[in-house]
């Protein structure tokens, strides 16, 4: 009997009146996320560049502003607002979260340190594990990862506590490609890197006010060229690193060299 | 210059070897033309500082209207008075009265970023009727000269820049396609799909859908960007942070 007196002090008694705007601040708030969520990705994706990444980001953070205010609101209608009373509360909603959905709880802590920290924003490329894809929304329990093939990846927040996010363009308009080249080491590697430097030089894709860089590292099985440069936009990181690879062994078979084939040796274990 | 080079690594010998021998001077003296684009991207090519490099002064409004009133010629002797066939306002008469520029003018040489070329084709494609030109039938009263004056006649001009419209579903191709244009300077169409990784008919498409919206012309066996197309086309490129001229 205590234990009931002590919680019905917590709460406030909750009439029709009280329940109308109850209803009414969670849905204006729910249409309200739903707005922002589709009109300013709707507007992003018409931008290019900064613009986009920029405005793409306000995403999750006005979200969490409205799912903070709509907070704000719904608590003084429900409970009386005093220390007390917020402490009780709080504490059992915590232990309750703590032992029955330990793992959402943390998914839902780290989608908000990801937000504050913007380890990743709509429109970045992230790498987290094997999946490496552009974030097309930072929801507040996961990530949203599209891959270039196409897949659609839901990443739990949580995975930040113990796991490194690779981030290729964080927030910028452009991240480095590279084009890998493997050659026979019987070569005139100044001549491979001049003509690959051209072979930068002359993409379409080539954004001009970063810099290009043609790395040379010899290996065993021969020597290992990494062709480092920026696209325009990042969304043409694959068509970029591709025209790089056709156009580069274009020009590196007319120029003699031998590209390495590495010999398959077929595993004989039992 | 700008048909000295191919933007392809095979393309850039010769260039190279023009711009050394100029740096030398081995080439003697002489004037160099180059388009605005392309110069940018040999910039990026051989990047020694050329400071004897000129180009034109911008056309200002002043400049322009000056221009643009040495180029009216007035047959009859009367004084011509250019006007906006929208609103009436007044955009240039030739003698001119006063100083002082219409804001029409400004706009057209704040809009062609003082390149003179396209901003005098822009003004003949504005005008609808020339100075002495009669009209047959006065069916539409905007189009025809009006004489309100004795000593005065009117030529009415469109009151918008005419600009091409990109088609729909716009897509990185045609981006692709207009700057290689812009950078060469025109190009005929077997080259395009060397220097751009798109096929030939993908390439005849694309070319056939910017001609047909009036973003490109085939003129002396080239593929080029008119002038008309030219402020459209250097905004889009450059809004994409594709390489465009510095002016």
């Not at chain 2, 180059?34 to 090519?45: E, F, I, T």
């Not at chain 2, 396209?118 to 025809?144: C, F, H």
Request: hydrophobic fraction near 40%; include cysteine; charged fraction near 20%.
């Amino acid at each position: 009997m205590p234990d009931e007196t002590q919680v019905s002090q917590i709460f406030k008694k909750i009439d029709s009146a009280a329940i109308v705007e109850l209803v009414a601040v969670i849905a204006l708030a729910g249409l309200l996320i739903i707005a922002v969520q589709r009109v300013l990705p709707w507007i992003g994706n018409r931008l290019q560049g900064k613009k986009r990444l920029n405005l793409l980001a306000t995403v999750p953070l006005i979200r969490l502003v409205i799912i903070l205010g709509t907070l704000a609101m719904v608590m003084p209608l429900l409970i009386k607002p005093s220390i007390q009373n917020m402490v009780a509360l709080l504490g059992t909603v915590g232990l309750a979260l703590g032992f029955a959905l330990k793992d959402y709880a943390s998914s839902l802590i780290a989608g908000i340190v990801a937000i504050g920290e913007r380890n990743y924003r709509n429109g970045d490329w992230v790498q987290v594990g094997n999946i490496y894809g552009e974030v097309r929304h930072v929801g507040m329990r996961t990530i949203e990862v599209v891959t270039p093939d196409d897949n659609r990846v839901l990443i739990p927040h949580a995975l930040l506590w113990n796991q490194s996010v690779s981030n290729a363009n964080n927030g910028e308009a452009r991240l480095q490609c590279v084009a890998d080249f493997y050659l026979h080491p019987r070569h005139d590697s100044t001549k491979v890197q001049q003509v690959l430097e051209d072979v930068v030089l002359t993409s379409p894709y080539l954004y001009f006010d970063e810099p290009i860089g043609v790395a040379v590292k010899e290996e065993p099985w021969g020597t290992h060229y990494r062709l480092r440069a920026y696209p325009v936009d990042s969304s043409q990181q694959f068509r970029f690193i591709s025209d790089l690879t056709v156009r580069g062994k274009a020009v590196l078979t007319g120029l003699g060299a031998e590209l390495t084939v590495t010999p398959a040796v077929p595993d004989r274990r039992p | 210059m700008e048909h000295c080079y191919l933007r392809h690594a095979n393309g850039l010998k010769l260039v190279r070897q023009l711009l050394q021998r100029a740096e030398n001077g081995r080439l003697g003296k002489g004037l160099i033309g180059c388009d605005s684009l392309a110069w940018s991207y040999l910039q990026r090519l051989w990047s020694v500082p050329r400071p004897d490099a000129l180009t034109l002064q911008a056309f200002d409004s002043s400049r322009l209207a000056r221009l643009l009133s040495s180029m009216t010629v007035c047959r009859s002797g009367r004084r011509v008075h250019f006007r906006n066939a929208v609103n009436g306002n007044s955009i240039l008469t030739v003698p001119s009265e006063d100083d002082r520029v219409r804001s029409e003018i400004v706009q057209l040489a704040a809009y062609c970023r003082g390149n003179v070329g396209t901003a005098v084709r822009y003004w003949r494609e504005r005008l609808r009727s020339e100075p002495e030109a009669e009209p047959s039938e006065p069916s539409n009263s905007e189009e025809i000269e009006q004489t309100d004056e004795p000593d005065e006649e009117s030529v009415w001009g469109t009151g918008v820049l005419p600009e091409p419209v990109m088609p729909a579903g716009t897509d990185e191709d045609f981006a692709l396609v207009l700057h290689v244009l812009l950078l060469h300077g025109g190009l005929p169409e077997s080259l395009l799909s060397q220097l751009l990784p798109l096929s030939h008919p993908r390439c005849m498409a694309l070319l056939l859908r910017l001609c047909n919206a009036g973003f490109i012309q085939y003129r002396e066996d080239r593929w080029s960007v008119p002038e008309l197309a030219y402020a459209t086309v250097r905004g889009l490129l450059r809004g994409r942070a594709y390489l465009t001229d510095d002016f």
